[in-house]
């Protein structure tokens, strides 16, 4: 019964696929996520079968994000990103990334996001520029320093005055009026990481850091 049942899965993707809505396109993502953590029990003849649904499946995943940086949508652009890394992290309920899912979020749906920010900006957006400037300003991976924090927001633009930016609309969603490294903005990601927001964004920028490290994604 399980082998029969893991074949169909296969197929029931496709046929997901085959609406080419982003809904349709996400739960796909979902079920090809239950079927690669069950890898081990698939028969071997799945594997290659896994492989091609994965680059069939992201491709679709990944094409929101895709169309909006590539039109200048910059505020679009960083809530799909949001929503994106919440999918992937499957944290979609909890609406915020915790350490574990940052230290172990998906290297090359990271790598993907973090070049498709980059290629579309001129290198000006991404994480691995904000990792760079992150670097730059004294930050170590995986380590909470405030100070560094203050600093690193002030280079990018996050800070106003000494004062961090509280609402979304305050941001500047636009290439030639906001600084380097800018965005994506973890305002949403980050939400439920500490009782203060620059806190929460702290440690995010911090772990996203080491997690870029990891998966030895630069900028070039």
Known sequence: MYASLANTVPQFIQALLGFKQQSANDLAYKCLQRLKTANRRIAPSLEQAITDLQKAVENPLFTPLETYLKNGQWREADEETARLMLLIAKREDEGWLD??????????????????????????????????????????????????????????????????????????????????????????????????????????????????????????
């Open 99 to 220: 350490e574990e899912s940052i230290n172990n979020f998906p290297c090359e749906e990271l790598r993907t996001i973090d070049k498709l920010w980059v290629d579309n900006s001129g290198g000006k957006f991404g994480f691995s520029v904000q990792k760079k400037v992150w670097l730059d300003c004294g930050g170590v991976p995986g380590e909470y320093d405030y100070d560094v924090y203050k600093k690193f927001a002030d280079e990018v633009g996050w800070h106003r005055g000494g004062l961090s930016l509280i609402n979304i609309d305050e941001l500047t969603f636009s290439l030639e009026g906001s600084q380097h490294a800018y965005l994506p903005k973890p305002t949403k990601t980050s939400l439920g990481m500490a009782a203060r927001r620059e806190a929460g964004e702290t440690i995010f920028v911090s772990f996203l850091a080491q997690r870029l490290v990891t998966c030895n994604i630069s900028q070039t």
